[in-house]
């Protein structure tokens, strides 16, 4: 079966620091794997979405990025955290049918940026 | 280009009692539409889907959820509620035309009271 991990499960960094949040898929092959991150009371806003090694697409211009070095690794940066950034961040994977299916969640890391 | 309106942010309901969350979507194609729930601190999880066939779709803990092609609607609905039952409820939809990407509404937070 198919498993999906994210870590941390929390974080506190202040302004200005960097990120990396991780996201890690077990059990299948070539997914489509994605970034989401849900603001306090709002709903879920995709970042970045991935077809495959090195390809990625960007939904929303800020100051983060991701990259995605291995087949089931997909990783969400940025070099200088803003207050802004601080949410709910979600990674997901779908199978790589070519029609979007259902999405597989993680269990989301909590970003704070005091 | 997609999109998905949650007509309702709250809805607070009495345990056992019926409730229905609204969702309407807008799309030029055909589409996939999906609910999902987050229960506190958590990722989403999958409740119910609708690809084709039938317009009542039933899914998992008592949910079911019917397509209507002419008002582009997707309400959910459950007879009686539990207080597990409360969480935050996410509607979304996907097209079929090959893209990665699902739309997901603002979402509806049920509150289910004793």
């Known amino acids: 079966s198919q498993t999906i991990h994210q870590w941390p499960a929390t974080l506190v960094q202040p302004v200005g620091s960097p990120l990396s949040l991780e996201c890690t898929v077990e059990?299948?092959?070539?997914?489509?794997l994605y970034w989401y991150r849900q603001a306090a009371g709002r709903g879920l806003q995709l970042l970045f979405y991935?077809?495959?090694?090195?390809?990625i697409s960007s939904e929303v211009p800020q100051n983060l990025s991701a990259s995605r070095p291995q087949d089931r690794q997909f990783i969400l940066s940025s070099k200088k955290l803003l207050l802004s950034d601080s949410g709910f961040y979600l990674c997901?994977?779908?199978?790589?049918?070519?029609?979007?299916?259902?999405?597989?969640f993680g269990p989301g890391t909590r970003l704070l940026v005091l | 280009a997609q999109s998905v309106t949650q007509l309702d942010s709250q809805v607070p309901v009495f345990e056992e009692a019926p409730v229905e969350l609204r969702c309407n979507y807008s799309?030029?194609?055909?589409?996939?539409l999906f609910w999902y729930v987050q229960y506190p601190n958590q990722g989403l999880q999958l409740l119910l889907k609708?690809?084709?066939?039938?317009?009542l779709v039933k899914g998992i803990n008592g949910f079911e959820a019917e397509f209507n092609k002419s008002q582009t609607s997707f309400h959910l609905r459950k007879p009686s509620v539990h207080i597990s039952d409360t969480a935050e409820y996410f509607c979304?939809?996907?097209?079929?035309?090959?893209?990665?990407?699902?739309?997901f509404g603002a979402g509806t937070r049920l509150f289910v009271k004793a």
């Open positions: 997901a994977w779908a199978h790589p049918s070519g029609q979007q299916e259902t999405q597989y």
């Open positions: 059990g299948t092959s070539n997914p489509n």
């Open positions: 991935s077809v495959g090694i090195g390809q």
């Open positions: 799309s030029s194609v055909s589409v996939y």
């Open positions: 609708y690809l084709s066939g039938s317009t």
């Open positions: 979304a939809v996907s097209d079929l035309t090959g893209g990665f990407k699902t739309i």
